[in-house]
């Protein structure tokens, strides 16, 4: 295992960024040891249709109260 300072990943970034994609590479700051390694993102999972029907029900009945108790009220700032 090769341990690299703060100072090597400065200087050669791409280089040890191109080494990670193999193995894992490992840095000391501070008194610890960090490791560098790529990750792969996982799939997000999908819903079947219609999974999220019942969820929003009202939403479009709620929106048309407000609206139609706003229509009355006008703007008095000029």
Do not use: C, H
Not at 36 to 45: C, D, E, F, I, K
């Amino acid at each position: 295992m090769t341990v690299l300072m703060t100072s090597d990943l400065k200087t050669r970034a791409g280089e040890i960024l191109d080494a990670a994609k193999n193995e894992p590479q490992f840095i000391f700051r501070d008194g610890q040891i960090y490791m560098l390694s790529p990750v792969y993102p996982s799939s997000v999972p999908t819903q079947p249709d219609g999974f999220f029907a019942d969820a929003y029900g009202e939403a479009a009945g709620e929106r048309r109260q407000l609206r139609n108790a706003a229509a009355p009220v006008q703007n008095t700032r000029r």
